[in-house]
């Protein structure tokens, strides 16, 4: 306890045009943060007073962040605002770490009424990088578009934010701290806890740890390989799979978060994460993962390298759900993926006579179907791969749901896979990005291609490419409403969908801080056992060919290749 209380302050500040959360949360250039008064003060500010005094007062919140440069900074801050807010508790990650899935969980566990999150995720750190704030509600999901459009109007007329400017929290102690405040009749409490036990003691309930240890330290034990990417899944790496699954120390690397993820994309793809590619490639490992800055990515490899397209590896779990104790005693509700990511999911869906929702792109819209009872398991095609036990999308979770089919069906990544493809049939599936292209640029290439599309003439229109020919059954920019409060997103990509079942998606980045961010997806389906082990790249090459004509996208962008080829 401090000897006196602790001032309370309202200081007056002037609001910002540009903070909307996107995708996932607001981001920006860490120096806006950092040099612009009051740019964080006015985003926390928001976050709070969109939320109800009456929720707020005395309640817990819980704060944690993947750990990339000024995030302590931040997080003192926050503390300071929080106290000053009314929040009776705050729980926060020890040192100010905690990956993106742990804090849903420990959001979930804490009966909090929502919960921080400092991360832009898979975007660079360090003073030159990105810096981001995303808010997630007592689910422990990500706030839906009416909360966070709340936040943006209250931002945008905000004119005082309330502060507690000497309290100081020291983060590094796992325990409680007290704190007096004038005007407060309860103290305002910080509880540091360990970072990885209560994410942890989740995975214990939902896995067969035993079986996994067998596989990864036992007698035919497999080697695998895990890249934490220098972000702050390392510490959950190093406790679970190697500490408690016996795995040895030296298969997981990158495993000290550090503020800028060594300058690196801290994004688990085949051109950010080519070092684990390419120590892959000499069959040394059969099984490889990396993970993205904040721990909500995975990107899945077996031996050599071969790799599971995020949109197969949802696919191939649902196939399998039942290697995963968690769902013999919850059962199986419901398959989700967002709109872009290939219909692989579906034709399992089909095959088990389960539902499938079909979302637009970002977790947030998982949250209300998981919390109605009518979604399990879900993912999206940007290595994305998540089950209700949660309300984010976690990486470490589906490497161990990947080590569950391994153990069960004693098989390596590529006989999974390619058997999958064989009962299944194959999608097809490749995204290109274009990074940081002028915004007007793509802003008016998106609108063109909008009116081409909706022109009543483009259905039933022929493309003829090389022996090729496809023809548009439909084409839409994508729109969705909410089956449970019916609420409704609109321009949520522009889709157009032929008659062979093959779609080509445009889409503007909702995550990037500089320019715009084109991402074109392409989704093919085959199911010739005699053509499901081509190179995608080829197989989907006219296709290719006809969105860029379409779009005009290189003649408009000035490019003429994507930065990033999934
Ligand atoms: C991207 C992905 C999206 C994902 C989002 C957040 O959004 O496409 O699927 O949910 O990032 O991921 P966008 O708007 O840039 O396409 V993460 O790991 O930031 O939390
Ligand atoms: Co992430």
């Known amino acids: 306890m401090e000897d006196s209380p602790l ?28 040099t612009k008064r009051n740019y964080l003060h006015n985003f926390i500010q928001s976050i709070f007073s969109s939320i109800d005094l009456r929720v707020r007062q005395g309640s817990t919140m819980v704060l944690g962040g993947d750990g990339r440069y000024f995030n302590t900074a931040a997080i003192q801050v926050i503390v300071q605002m929080a106290a000053a807010n009314g929040v009776g508790r705050l729980v926060i990650g020890q040192n100010g770490l905690m990956s993106t899935p ?18 832009a995720s898979h975007n660079p750190g360090g003073p030159d990088g990105d810096f981001g704030i995303k808010f997630n509600i007592a689910n422990g999901g990500p706030a839906p578009e009416a909360v966070t459009e709340k936040i943006f109007q209250i931002s945008r007329t905000i004119e005082e934010f309330a502060i507690c400017p000497e309290l100081r929290v020291d983060l590094n102690t796992v325990g409680k701290q007290t704190f007096d405040l004038e005007n407060k009749f309860k103290p305002f409490t910080v509880e540091i806890v360990d970072s990885v036990e209560s994410y942890a003691n989740m995975l214990r309930n939902i896995f067969d740890f035993a079986a ?13 390989r895990l890249d934490a990417m220098n972000g702050v899944v390392g510490p959950y790496v190093k406790k679970i799979l190697c500490e408690e699954l016996g795995s040895p ?3 997981a690397i990158n495993c000290v978060p550090q503020e800028d993820f060594g300058g690196q994309h801290p994004d688990p793809n085949l051109t950010y994460a080519s070092d684990l590619v390419e120590s892959m ?5 059969d099984f490889g993962a990396a993970f993205d800055g904040d721990g909500d990515r995975n990107m899945i490899l077996g031996k050599h390298g071969f790799f599971v397209s995020p949109s197969d590896s949802v696919a191939v779990i649902a196939a399998n759900i039942f290697c995963i104790p968690y769902f013999q005693h919850m059962g199986v509700r419901g ?12 034709n399992v869906a089909r095959a088990t006579k389960i539902q499938l929702y079909e979302t637009p792109t970002g977790w947030k819209f998982f949250g209300n179907l998981m919390d109605a009872g009518h979604l399990s ?68 290439m998106m609108l063109e291609l909008e009116m081409i599309i909706s022109d009543k003439a483009f ?74 082990l081509q190179d995608p790249q080829v197989k989907l090459s006219e296709l290719v060919t006809i969105a860029l004509k379409l779009s005009q996208l290189h003649e408009r962008t000035g490019r003429n290749s994507p930065t990033v080829i999934t």
């Not at 490639?281 to 490992?285: E, F, I, V």
């Not at 989700?336 to 999911?345: F, G, I, K």
């Open 7 to 34: 001032q309370v302050l309202t200081l007056p500040t002037a609001p910002y045009p540009d903070q909307r959360p996107g995708t996932s949360g607001l981001r920006k250039k860490v120096f806006v943060f950092q």
């Open 459 to 532: 259905v039933g229109q022929m493309f003829t490419v090389g022996e090729r020919t496809f023809q548009v059954e439909r084409a839409d920019n994508f729109e969705y409403s909410d089956p449970v409060d019916g609420s409704i997103s609109r321009n949520q990509g522009l889709r157009i969908m032929f008659k062979d079942g093959s779609r080509i998606i445009f889409r503007l980045s909702g995550t990037g801080s500089s320019g715009a961010t084109i991402r074109l997806y392409i989704d093919s389906y085959e199911n010739d056992v005699n053509k499901i």
């Open 249 to 251: 120390a030296n298969s």
């Open 281 to 285: 490639k000499n069959g040394q490992y």
């Open 212 to 224: 996994l240890k067998e596989l990864l330290s036992g007698e035919n034990h497999i080697q695998i």
């Open 102 to 119: 742990a804090v849903s969980c420990v959001i979930r566990k804490s009966k909090a009424i929502g919960g921080i999150l400092l991360t």
């Open 335 to 346: 398959f989700a993926r967002s709109m872009p990511t290939s219909a692989a999911l579906d």
């Open 377 to 444: 398991l879900c993912g999206e095609e940007s290595f994305g791969t998540g089950s209700d036990h949660i309300r984010e999308k976690d990486g470490l979770w589906a490497v161990l749901a990947w080590l569950s089919i391994l153990a069960t069906n004693k098989k390596s990544v590529e006989e999974v896979m390619v058997e999958h493809w064989k009962t299944y049939g194959r999608n097809y599936y490749t995204r290109y990005d274009y990074e940081e292209v002028d915004i007007d640029a793509a802003v008016e």
